[in-house]
């Protein structure tokens, strides 16, 4: 079965800090991957996504994330944290071989930057 | 950009009663999934819905749980006799396509707290 693990459960920064946050997953085959996130009181949006190809990935509001297939690894980054950043992170996974792709997520990163 | 909207944000009911969670998926989506956190756990899957079915559910989703799509819109999620271990934020999500080599997006709603007293 597929599992994902994110290692920080909260995480506190000032802002102008470098971000990252860790996830790593548990599944031999192929799968897409997901972090999304969510600021209070709104829904999960993703941030940012990998299917294939290369394994740096860019998503929205200067997040990105690097695929290591080796460590079974998709870690978030920011070089420099902005106090509108303050949100809860989700590292999801899917896997694709099945045919029904359910997301399996981690347990999520609360991050609070302090202006 | 288009979004999953749910409501109500927030439901308290008491033990023994049923409640149903209300979502409208985006218009064009025709993949539909439930998800659930129960407060300092994980989001867990639990039901696709595709086609008027369930695609695929998870062992958390038991009689007591049930999805329909009355009219074309709204996707809703019943839970028929609630429980205290029910209280969770549940989450609505949909995608336009699925499939093993799909490259499935799911959009989330902002989910309905439910509280069980």
């Known amino acids: 079965a597929q599992s994902v693990s994110q290692h920080n459960h909260h995480v506190i920064l000032s802002e102008a800090a470098s971000l990252e946050l860790g996830c790593n997953y548990s599944y031999g085959g192929t799968v897409n991957l997901f972090w999304y996130v969510q600021y209070p009181g709104q829904h999960l949006q993703l941030l940012l996504k990998y299917f294939s190809g290369d394994p740096l990935v860019k998503g929205i509001k200067g997040f990105e994330a690097e695929f290591i297939k080796s460590k079974f690894s998709f870690n978030l980054r920011k070089p420099s944290v902005q106090w509108s950043d303050t949100a809860e992170y989700f590292c999801?996974?899917?896997?694709?071989?099945?045919?029904?792709?359910?997301?399996?997520f981690g347990t999520g990163t609360r991050l609070l930057v302090s202006p | 950009e288009p979004e999953v909207t749910q409501t109500p944000s927030h439901q308290v009911t008491q033990m023994g009663q049923e409640v149903i969670l209300r979502c409208v998926p985006i218009?064009?989506?025709?993949?539909f999934y439930w998800y659930r956190q129960i407060l300092g756990q994980k989001v867990e899957f639990l039901v696709s819905?595709?086609?008027?079915?369930?695609?695929?559910k998870s062992e958390i989703f038991d009689d007591q749980f049930s999805v329909e799509r009355p009219d074309g819109s709204n996707f809703t999620l019943k839970i028929r006799s609630t429980k205290l271990e029910d209280s969770a934020m549940y989450f609505c999500?949909?995608?336009?396509?699925?499939?093993?080599?799909?490259?499935?997006?799911?959009?989330f709603g902002a989910g309905t707290r439910l509280s069980v007293l």
């Open positions: 819905f595709y086609n008027n079915e369930i695609s695929e």
């Open positions: 218009s064009n989506h025709l993949y």
């Open positions: 999500a949909s995608s336009d396509r699925q499939g093993a080599s799909a490259k499935n997006i799911q959009y």
């Open positions: 999801a996974v899917n896997a694709t071989n099945t045919g029904f792709q359910k997301l399996v």
